[in-house]
């Protein structure tokens, strides 16, 4: 027994002594990082004005759409597919929160699935009065269905306009180009006036290190998001790195054919100011993802992060705004796209989760 | 006092502790499984995945389907027969047979105290748990009141090389001198009340948890065994298991361990439980019956015994060096890291890519995980290069069988140890479809760039 009790001083002295030693290398965490402040700039800053800015725009795309209808000519479509475009600009932004009600009446789904399924929509016009939020027409609905409405339901602009005039289903072309923007608006709507009256408050609150709080999942969707939404959908796919072949027929905004790279290129502005907390209206900085880990004194990530992203950014600069071009002409560039966002999943998805120590998504079993 | 090996086998002592021991053993068992069933983990665990990553050597023990259901009834029914002593031999064989078939299904699960577990009830296959205050000894009419001494001392002696061996893997340049992976664990409760938002902030703190968790392990067995200390280390191992089971996820551990450190106390104490529990008992059931309380139990086999767990004990002294014959660091590679009481040493997390090649056109496509592997097993296979190396056989035959040719499987995949950055893991030029597990070190695994030292 003596021999224990002086194993334990002798241990005890080395802790002391060591412990000395060794406080250069780590800075202690003294203070607390505040979560819910974090939250509500993300919410209050980003979140909310992200999608009080989409329903504005949508707002526009259903007056212009009334404007084409009552009219439809050369003019009124022009505006119309301007305001598409603005909307569908505006809604890279709030794509990746797929939280609370977005998460619940499948928001998402009903938004922006593409590639979109023309003989769905085309069988729709026909029987007109289709049950837009069922499943099965999530392919058939959102931003990509008004790409091929604007853009895919002729050869020319002329063919096209005579889809809503002389066709003689032009009535229900008509109907069904008003549904579908009515549709996103109202649903919109719901989604905002969600976060604004009460999912707000829950939101900033939910700051423990559960599986199923508010912040983790948040950060969960982010990385999905950035992996999936961004650089499996917008470029690995269409590019085939998924396939045997590239798919260029999968790219977004395929019938508009100048878009993809500027629709992605807001994509990854919309990621990269959630990481570094920059507000939506006023570019002002404020806490996020990246004060958390300078916290969890890792800036060097944060650096290593925006430098990657903005390498990312050169490369989808390179490309043709027609990705579907892009790919049949050098599909090389492409690749080069999906490997530079390949690099920022790494960082993101094993060094920050590390950093904030943050459970995969739903992994429910006893650990060691 | 010279030891005498002659002397000290023929020792008796009471058999009580040894009782206390199988009634608590078979109680944890019992709920164990019955919360592992509650919580629908055979299905989230077994039956969901389409994919199992198995144990070298064990390839054939998969799940059985809907069987699999049984097979926890099974082991849930012999745990309870262990518990109450009915027909105990047969039933401590049937859950050492049936909890192993379990655990070795799919190695996503590993956990040390499953280990554990396996191997302490194949330790109770060879002890006489059931000689007395069992259903057995009621129905035989006979009950002993003392069993060989060394009985009780193999289950402390096992119980101490958990403590021991997990206190020596903890003497390591991470866990002492940057108080990893504590570091980055014990800031994220933060939501813990009173303590989350300040001790668990503390650097000193994480200092004093590993450095306090290392000097438990290696110091506790000893105060267990020495009389004068043990209540106070009962105290520590109640305290220390009950906190790190509210701080991390770890299910039944910390009770199992609780449960466990009781067989060090003195037989009075267990004697005093006995008579409690058969008052109950008494209460309820007015057992009549009369039972002849016999002196001493005698073995039938007792040599044989003495020799397999001498032999059982060996093994478990030497297996957790095995790690010794591997060129390169342990924590990187993992080549003999189970089975070697190392818990909650790192914290690893991992990517990895994987690329289905054509040899011959150099076209090639990457591997959607989620299309086959859950979340959890995406996340263990990540950072472990025996899974990757199985999951990549596994996605060569599914393409093949889909009807790709020449295929080759290529993996680009990163891992974070212990805070330091993301570093490459495997060498992607490597087509790992024509790579073999074996026990040879895994030439693939690119180098790490930093060293730990310690055991």
Same mark, same amino acid.
């Given at each position: +027994? &003596?021999? %224990? =009790?002086?194993?334990? $001083? *002798?241990?005890?002295?080395?802790?002391?002594?060591?412990? /000395?030693?060794?406080?250069?290398?780590?800075?202690?965490?003294?203070?607390?990082?505040?979560?819910?402040? +974090? &939250?509500? %700039? =993300?919410?209050?800053? $980003? *979140?909310?004005?992200?999608?009080?800015?989409?329903?504005? /725009?949508?707002?526009?795309?259903?007056?212009?759409?009334?404007?084409?209808?009552?009219?439809?000519?050369?003019?009124?479509?022009?505006?119309?597919?301007?305001?598409?475009?603005?909307?569908?600009?505006?809604?890279?932004?709030?794509?990746?929160?797929?939280?609370?009600?977005?998460?619940?009446?499948?928001?998402?789904?009903?938004?922006?699935?593409?590639?979109?399924?023309?003989?769905?929509?085309?069988?729709?016009?026909?029987?007109?009065?289709?049950?837009?939020?069922?499943?099965?027409?999530?392919?058939?609905?959102?931003?990509?269905?008004?790409?091929?409405?604007?853009?895919?339901?002729?050869?020319?602009?002329?063919?096209?306009?005579?889809?809503?005039?002389?066709?003689?289903?032009?009535?229900?072309?008509?109907?069904?180009?008003?549904?579908?923007?009515?549709?996103?608006?109202?649903?919109?709507?719901?989604?905002?006036?969600?976060?604004?009256?009460?999912?707000?408050?829950?939101?900033?609150?939910?700051?423990?290190?559960?599986?199923?709080?508010?912040?983790?999942?948040?950060?969960?969707?982010?990385?999905?998001?950035?992996?999936?939404?961004?650089?499996?959908?917008?470029?690995?796919?269409?590019?085939?790195?998924?396939?045997?072949?590239?798919?260029?027929?999968?790219?977004?905004?395929?019938?508009?054919?100048?878009?993809s790279k500027i629709l992605a290129l807001d994509a990854l502005n919309a990621i990269q100011n959630l990481?570094?907390?920059?507000?939506?209206?006023?570019?002002?900085?404020?806490?996020?993802?990246?004060?958390?880990?300078?916290?969890?004194?890792?800036?060097?990530?944060?650096?290593?992060?925006?430098?990657?992203?903005?390498?990312?950014?050169?490369?989808?600069?390179?490309?043709?705004?027609?990705?579907?071009?892009?790919?049949?002409?050098?599909?090389?560039?492409?690749?080069?796209?999906?490997?530079?966002?390949?690099?920022?999943?790494?960082?993101?998805?094993?060094?920050?989760?590390?950093?904030?120590?943050?459970?995969?998504?739903?992994?429910?079993?006893?650990?060691? | 006092?010279?030891?005498?090996?002659?002397?000290?086998?023929?020792?008796?002592?009471?058999?009580?502790?040894?009782?206390?021991?199988?009634?608590?053993?078979?109680?944890?068992?019992?709920?164990?499984?019955?919360?592992?069933?509650?919580?629908?983990?055979?299905?989230?665990?077994?039956?969901?995945?389409?994919?199992?990553?198995?144990?070298?050597?064990?390839?054939?023990?998969?799940?059985?389907?809907?069987?699999?259901?049984?097979?926890?009834?099974?082991?849930?029914?012999?745990?309870?027969?262990?518990?109450?002593?009915?027909?105990?031999?047969?039933?401590?064989?049937?859950?050492?047979?049936?909890?192993?078939?379990?655990?070795?299904?799919?190695?996503?699960?590993?956990?040390?105290?499953?280990?554990?577990?396996?191997?302490?009830?194949?330790?109770?296959?060879?002890?006489?748990?059931?000689?007395?205050?069992?259903?057995?000894?009621?129905?035989?009419?006979?009950?002993?009141?003392?069993?060989?001494?060394?009985?009780?001392?193999?289950?402390?002696?096992?119980?101490?090389?958990?403590?021991?061996?997990?206190?020596?893997?903890?003497?390591?340049?991470?866990?002492?001198?940057?108080?990893?992976?504590?570091?980055?664990?014990?800031?994220?409760?933060?939501?813990?009340?009173?303590?989350?938002?300040?001790?668990?902030?503390?650097?000193?703190?994480?200092?004093?948890?590993?450095?306090?968790?290392?000097?438990?392990?290696?110091?506790?067995?000893?105060?267990?065994?020495?009389?004068?200390?043990?209540?106070?280390?009962?105290?520590?191992?109640?305290?220390?298991?009950?906190?790190?089971?509210?701080?991390?996820?770890?299910?039944?551990?910390?009770?199992?361990?609780?449960?466990?450190?009781?067989?060090?106390?003195?037989?009075?104490?267990?004697?005093?439980?006995?008579?409690?529990?058969?008052?109950?008992?008494?209460?309820?059931?007015?057992?009549?019956?009369?039972?002849?309380?016999?002196?001493?139990?005698?073995?039938?086999?007792?040599?044989?015994?003495?020799?397999?767990?001498?032999?059982?004990?060996?093994?478990?002294?030497?297996?957790?060096?095995?790690?010794?014959?591997?060129?390169?660091?342990?924590?990187?590679?993992?080549?003999?890291?189970?089975?070697?009481?190392?818990?909650?040493?790192?914290?690893?997390?991992?990517?990895?890519?994987?690329?289905?090649?054509?040899?011959?056109?150099?076209?090639?496509?990457?591997?959607d995980n989620q299309d086959f592997l859950t979340p959890l097993q995406e996340k263990q296979m990540s950072?472990?290069?025996?899974?990757?190396?199985?999951?990549?056989?596994?996605?060569?035959?599914?393409?093949?069988?889909?009807?790709?040719?020449?295929?080759?499987?290529?993996?680009?995949?990163?891992?974070?140890?212990?805070?330091?950055?993301?570093?490459?893991?495997?060498?992607?030029?490597?087509?790992?479809?024509?790579?073999?597990?074996?026990?040879?070190?895994?030439?693939?695994?690119?180098?790490?760039?930093?060293?730990?030292?310690?055991?």
């Amino acid at each position: +027994m &003596l021999k %224990n =009790i002086s194993l334990l $001083i *002798i241990v005890l002295i080395i802790v002391i002594s060591c412990s /000395k030693e060794d406080d250069t290398s780590d800075l202690g965490n003294n203070d607390d990082f505040n979560r819910k402040a +974090m &939250l509500s %700039n =993300i919410a209050d800053n $980003i *979140i909310i004005p992200s999608y009080q800015d989409l329903n504005t /725009k949508l707002g526009v795309l259903v007056s212009t759409k009334d404007d084409f209808i009552a009219d439809p000519n050369t003019e009124n479509l022009s505006a119309l597919r301007t305001s598409w475009l603005n909307a569908y600009k505006s809604w890279q932004f709030v794509e990746m929160f797929n939280i609370g009600k977005a998460e619940e009446i499948s928001y998402h789904f009903q938004m922006n699935i593409y590639p979109t399924n023309d003989d769905d929509i085309k069988s729709n016009i026909a029987i007109g009065g289709a049950d837009l939020e069922h499943p099965n027409n999530n392919d058939a609905v959102g931003f990509p269905a008004l790409d091929y409405m604007l853009y895919g339901t002729g050869n020319t602009d002329f063919d096209i306009l005579n889809k809503y005039t002389i066709d003689p289903e032009s009535e229900n072309y008509k109907f069904y180009l008003s549904d579908l923007v009515v549709q996103m608006k109202s649903l919109t709507e719901i989604i905002l006036n969600d976060w604004t009256s009460s999912y707000r408050d829950v939101f900033i609150n939910s700051t423990s290190n559960t599986a199923t709080s508010g912040f983790n999942q948040f950060v969960n969707d982010y990385i999905y998001y950035y992996e999936k939404g961004l650089r499996a959908n917008k470029i690995g796919i269409p590019a085939g790195n998924f396939s045997s072949n590239p798919l260029p027929n999968k790219v977004e905004a395929l019938y508009n054919k100048e878009s993809s790279k500027i629709l992605a290129l807001d994509a990854l502005n919309a990621i990269q100011n959630l990481f570094n907390g920059k507000s939506y209206n006023t570019n002002s900085l404020d806490s996020s993802f990246s004060d958390y880990l300078n916290y969890l004194n890792k800036s060097d990530l944060v650096t290593l992060i925006n430098n990657k992203l903005d390498l990312a950014r050169e490369k989808i600069n390179l490309l043709d705004d027609d990705f579907s071009m892009q790919i049949n002409e050098d599909n090389t560039k492409m690749t080069n796209a999906y490997d530079a966002l390949q690099t920022v999943v790494v960082l993101l998805k094993v060094d920050m989760l590390q950093a904030f120590n943050i459970s995969v998504d739903y992994v429910d079993a006893d650990g060691d | 006092m010279i030891f005498n090996l002659k002397t000290y086998l023929s020792k008796n002592y009471s058999a009580s502790p040894l009782i206390i021991f199988r009634i608590g053993f078979g109680l944890m068992m019992l709920y164990s499984i019955i919360r592992f069933w509650a919580k629908d983990w055979i299905y989230t665990l077994y039956l969901q995945p389409k994919f199992h990553f198995t144990y070298y050597g064990f390839e054939w023990v998969k799940p059985l389907g809907n069987l699999t259901y049984l097979l926890f009834f099974i082991c849930g029914l012999s745990a309870l027969f262990v518990l109450i002593g009915f027909k105990y031999r047969v039933a401590i064989i049937t859950f050492f047979l049936s909890f192993t078939y379990i655990e070795l299904m799919d190695k996503t699960t590993y956990l040390n105290h499953y280990y554990f577990i396996s191997i302490l009830s194949f330790l109770l296959i060879f002890l006489p748990a059931n000689s007395s205050f069992s259903i057995d000894s009621y129905l035989k009419k006979k009950s002993y009141r003392l069993v060989p001494k060394w009985s009780i001392d193999a289950i402390k002696l096992l119980v101490s090389i958990v403590y021991v061996y997990a206190g020596l893997t903890k003497i390591n340049s991470d866990w002492l001198f940057k108080a990893m992976p504590l570091k980055i664990w014990l800031p994220s409760k933060y939501d813990l009340p009173f303590i989350g938002e300040t001790l668990m902030q503390q650097n000193w703190f994480h200092y004093a948890m590993s450095w306090s968790g290392m000097i438990y392990d290696l110091t506790i067995p000893f105060l267990l065994l020495y009389k004068k200390t043990r209540w106070f280390a009962f105290g520590l191992v109640v305290f220390f298991h009950v906190f790190t089971g509210i701080l991390f996820p770890i299910g039944m551990f910390p009770y199992v361990m609780i449960v466990s450190s009781l067989i060090f106390f003195e037989a009075g104490f267990h004697h005093k439980i006995i008579l409690f529990l058969k008052r109950i008992l008494n209460y309820f059931f007015k057992l009549k019956q009369k039972i002849v309380v016999k002196e001493i139990y005698n073995f039938k086999h007792q040599k044989t015994t003495i020799i397999v767990l001498s032999l059982f004990f060996i093994v478990q002294l030497f297996l957790p060096f095995r790690y010794a014959l591997y060129p390169n660091e342990l924590f990187w590679t993992e080549e003999g890291y189970r089975f070697s009481w190392r818990v909650m040493l790192m914290e690893k997390m991992g990517y990895a890519n994987f690329k289905i090649t054509n040899s011959k056109t150099c076209d090639f496509f990457y591997v959607d995980n989620q299309d086959f592997l859950t979340p959890l097993q995406e996340k263990q296979m990540s950072f472990q290069p025996d899974f990757i190396l199985e999951y990549a056989h596994f996605l060569g035959d599914h393409f093949k069988s889909e009807g790709h040719t020449n295929i080759q499987v290529f993996v680009e995949s990163y891992v974070a140890l212990n805070g330091r950055s993301s570093q490459p893991f495997i060498n992607k030029n490597v087509d790992l479809y024509q790579q073999k597990e074996a026990f040879n070190p895994k030439e693939w695994i690119l180098p790490f760039n930093d060293e730990i030292k310690g055991l």
